[in-house]
T-cell receptor, first 112, second 114 residues
Framework: QQQVKQSPQSLIVQKGGISIINCAYE??????FPWYQQFPGKGPALLIA?????SEKKEGRFTISFNKSAKQFSLHIMDSQPGDSATYFC???????????FGQGTRLTINP | DAGITQSPRHKVTETGTPVTLRCHQT?????MYWYRQDPGHGLRLIHY???????DKGEVSDGYSVSRSKTEDFLLTLESATSSQTSVYFC?????????????FGQGTRLTVV
């Protein structure tokens, strides 16, 4: 039972380019959509999160775009840098829920 | 870093042996989780706890058990390790209140079953 589907599984982007990772969810009760970033040998860490009352949230070079009707959300990394090379996970949860459901992860490589 | 410590960080064990992984937190968060990370599968929830002695199953709980006798410690036990349980295991903690909150992860335990 995969409630959050993430794509692509891996992505290579040139330095300075835009990285885009997509996620789709099934449960319309979800109302919290975080993205986590994981560097090799480390645990995931929260990068940015959005709630469905807004269609976009931006923090520096990182932007979440949210499409409630399509049940999709995406992470955009502008001016991608080699230091952004990591694995990215989308996730979803509903208010007060005990469980956070994760996507399959995207391994992002930024070539210098 | 949030106060989460996983031990051991690396372990090699033989098929059929029991293995216990430990997660210790200093944040006094109510919720604790065990995930496994495998290529192509992302992070899959094994078990979680919502209080001392209160635990529940996740999506891949078969072959695993957990215990939480103190707020700060959450133990994951593989009763009889199999090669399919070779993975990286992450503990996470979360404070859930009136709004969804951030999950903090430990550094992970790399377990190899030979």
């Amino acid at each position: 039972q995969q409630q959050v589907k993430q794509s692509p599984q891996s992505l290579i982007v040139q330095k300075g380019g835009i990285s885009i990772i997509n996620c789709a969810y099934e449960n319309t009760a979800f109302d919290y959509f975080p993205w986590y970033q994981q560097f090799p040998g480390k645990g995931p860490a929260l990068l940015i999160a959005i709630r469905p009352d807004v269609s976009e949230k931006k923090e520096g070079r990182f932007t979440i775009s949210f499409n409630k009707s399509a049940k999709q959300f995406s992470l955009h990394i502008m001016d991608s840098q080699p230091g952004d090379s990591a694995t990215y996970f989308c996730a979803a949860s509903k208010e007060g829920a005990q469980k956070l459901v994760f996507g399959q992860g995207t391994r992002l490589t930024i070539n210098p | 870093d949030a106060g989460i410590t996983q031990s051991p960080r690396h372990k090699v064990t033989e098929t059929g042996t029991p293995v216990t992984l430990r997660c210790h937190q200093t944040e006094n968060h109510r919720y604790m989780y065990w995930y496994r990370q495998d290529p192509g599968h992302g992070l899959r929830l094994i078990h979680y706890s919502y209080g001392v002695k209160d635990t529940d199953k996740g999506e891949v709980s078969d072959g695993y058990s957990v215990s939480r006798s103190k707020t700060e410690d959450f133990l994951l036990t593989l009763e009889s390790a199999t090669s399919s349980q070779t993975s990286v295991y992450f503990c996470a903690i979360r404070a859930i209140g009136t709004a969804n909150t951030e999950a903090f992860f430990g550094q992970g335990t790399r377990l190899t079953v030979v």
